[in-house]
């Protein structure tokens, strides 16, 4: 009879803690419990489903399960308690700090662009405007459509994703 993930755990929180067995015996396969060198904590390693899982004595009644280096479940009194894995929100997060920079970068650009319409005139009095004329013009065009399209970009994104209120 195969186990179901929380059974096999709650099965080695058993044989581990409970009965305080040297091998925890899942199906045809044996697993030593080991202790921790530096707290003498109960441990064993274990296959579920082709994936690696540590079981890992937190207190005589608590064990702490393990898999590529993230907690995923706990036992508590033979209760399991699985931890829900947060990988997509980690991705939005970091989509969402992309959409924060590019606004930013769209307001500066923006605000970049009137500044410039108002400085290089002032070049004018000093004599300085014929040589910036030109440049006032483009760039003036340059940054405010770059703030603009910036703008629109996040702005799709951030419709297209959902987040929009």
């Known amino acids: 009879m195969n186990l179901s993930f929380e059974q096999t755990l709650v099965e080695v929180w058993r044989q581990a803690l409970?009965?305080?067995?040297?091998?925890?015996?899942?199906?045809?396969?044996?697993?030593p419990v080991r202790k921790?060198?530096?707290?003498?904590?109960?441990?064993?390693?274990?296959?579920?489903?082709?994936?690696?899982?540590?079981?890992?004595?937190q207190?005589?009644?608590?064990?702490q399960f393990l898999s590529e280096g993230r907690y995923v479940a706990n036992v508590v009194d033979g209760k399991v308690t699985l931890?829900?894995?947060?990988?997509?929100?980690?991705?939005?997060?970091?989509?969402?700090?992309?959409?924060?920079?590019?606004?930013?970068?769209?307001?500066?650009?923006?605000?970049?662009?009137?500044?410039l319409k108002?400085?290089?005139?002032?070049?004018y009095?000093?004599?300085?405007?014929?040589?910036?004329?030109?440049?006032?013009?483009?760039?003036f065009w340059v940054l405010l459509m770059g703030g603009l399209i910036l703008g629109v970009i996040v702005a799709l994104k951030i419709i297209m994703r959902g987040d929009a209120v």
């Open 125 to 139: 009095r000093l004599g300085l405007g014929a040589y910036f004329y030109r440049l006032d013009s483009i760039a």
């Open 83 to 115: 931890y829900v894995r947060t990988r997509k929100k980690r991705r939005r997060t970091m989509m969402q700090t992309g959409d924060k920079f590019l606004s930013v970068l769209a307001a500066v650009l923006i605000v970049l662009a009137f500044v």
């Open 18 to 31: 409970v009965e305080n067995a040297n091998f925890v015996e899942l199906g045809k396969a044996r697993y």
């Open 36 to 57: 921790t060198p530096k707290r003498g904590l109960r441990q064993v390693d274990f296959v579920f489903d082709e994936s690696e899982i540590r079981g890992l004595e």
């Open 118 to 123: 108002a400085v290089i005139p002032q070049t």
């Open 59 to 63: 207190n005589p009644e608590t064990m």
